[in-house]
Every structure is written in C-alpha cells, then in structure tokens.
C-alpha cells in the first residue's frame, strides 16, 4: 500500500479480534483443595491515537528501509489530544519542525492508563504493515512513565528491538536479566525530585550483574525531572541508535 510522504501525520489506531478461550482439559473437581492448570489464550481491543512522522525524503519502495523510533510520553500527556504530546519530548522537535532520517511513532496513553506492552507492539506492527519500516532498526525511548513503559516493554519483547534509551523512568531491577543482551543508554538526574535516581541506578546495577555488557548510563548533575529536553534536542542520543542493529 502506498502512502504520500508527510513531515507529521496525526492519525489513530484500532485492532480488535474475537474473545478465545482454550482449555486443555477438565479441572479436577473433587471435594478439598485442588491443583489445576489453565491454558488459554484472549484477546482484547486496542485504540490508541498517535503521531506519526516520516522523513522527507521517505518513499514507499519495495527496496528502502527506514530505521525506526518507537517515543512513549509521561503520565502528562495521556488522554485524546495528540497536541499535548508536542509539548515535550521527541514530537516537541518534530512540531517546532526538525527534521530526522528515522520513522517516529508516538501513541498516545489513554486517560488514567499506563504504558502495556502488548498494545505498544500491537501499534508497531500495524505501522510496519504499510510504512518501509526496517525490522532491525528499531529503537524504544521514553520519558519518565514512557521511561517505566520502555523498561517494561523491552522487557517483554526483547528481541523486537536494537537499542532502547529508557529517561528518568521507574523500574523493576527484577525484570532487568531479560534485557541484558540489549544496546541500553540510561538517563537520569541527580536532582530528579519525581522520580528518584535510585530507580535508575538499582536497574542498571542490576543489569550489570546480571552480565550486561552494553549499559551506558549517565547521571546528569543537578538534573531535574526533566532532563529530557536536553536529550531529545542533542544529536549524541540519534546517533548511537543508528550505530546498533538487532541482532540475529
């Protein structure tokens, strides 16, 4: 399918497919405490707005493939006006008109939710079904709970991403081994009132001890919460993304 190129495209997002249930076999229903095992799978709707961004010299061939970030937000901007997103972070430098060689998708969280992984890949892969996105090129980042949603959905889908650069986020260090093998550039500042830096440090220590071997971590000092600003307006951030691809 062939779109026209644009800078910025606002659009929305819908999958949805019918409720299964699959159960292996009959639970045990004797008198006292019995132990039972359920095996199923479900399925459930998924509506996120989102931005999206395609460079201007993007093309829809059959041949070019486009590197790929994936930016989820903070707790700030969810709800179902996608100009909030362009108060901060990556859609800030999209609107006030920079340009990128990447593939931007940015949702949007619906009111009172948090960042679930399993929605966040969904998106992916429904833009990867009609933009040359590359499968080996894409990256994850985000900015405080976007930070707590890249930790999270990495964790999860390790092997769909090259690199990911979780700001300012709250972590689970106990998720941490499974992101062990990835490219990971940590932010955080030392002031950071919101979010305290230990949830950066206990994750990266305990990513090193677990035997990560590709953890950058910098400690901004005298950083607030958003320290963010500076990242996303630097280049050092984009081009140690396109130094790393998935690797096989």
Not at 66 to 78: K, S, W
Not at 95 to 123: H, K, S, T
Not at 127 to 140: F, Q
Request: proline fraction near 8%.
């Amino acid at each position: 399918m062939t779109r026209s190129p644009s800078n910025l495209m606002c659009t929305w997002f819908a999958a949805s497919c019918v409720l299964a249930t699959l159960i292996g076999c009959a639970p045990r229903t004797q008198p006292g405490l019995n132990i039972n095992q359920f095996t199923g799978t479900y399925t459930r709707k998924v509506t996120l707005d989102y931005l999206l961004y395609l460079p201007s010299d993007y093309v829809a061939d059959c041949c070019t493939y486009r590197p790929v970030i994936v930016f989820l937000h903070g707790a700030g901007e969810r709800g179902h006006d996608l100009e909030l997103l362009k108060q901060t972070g990556l859609p800030k430098q999209l609107a006030a008109g920079r340009e990128f060689p990447f593939i931007i998708i940015a949702p949007q969280c619906p009111p009172g939710q948090w960042w679930r992984p399993d929605e966040v890949i969904a998106l992916l892969d429904h833009v990867l079904n009609w933009v040359n996105g590359d499968p080996d090129r894409i990256y994850l980042t985000g900015l405080s709970m976007g930070g707590t949603g890249t930790w999270l959905t990495a964790a999860e889908y390790p092997d769909r991403f090259a690199a990911i650069a979780p700001i300012c986020g709250r972590s689970l260090p106990i998720r941490a081994p499974a992101v062990k093998n990835l490219p990971i550039w940590v932010f955080h500042g030392d002031a950071d009132t919101v979010v305290p830096l230990d949830h950066s440090q206990q994750h990266v220590e305990r990513l090193r001890a677990a035997g990560a071997e590709q953890v950058r971590f910098t400690i901004i000092p005298g950083g607030p919460h958003n320290v963010w600003d500076d990242v996303y307006a630097g280049e050092d951030l984009y081009a140690w993304f396109l130094q790393h691809r998935r690797s096989p």
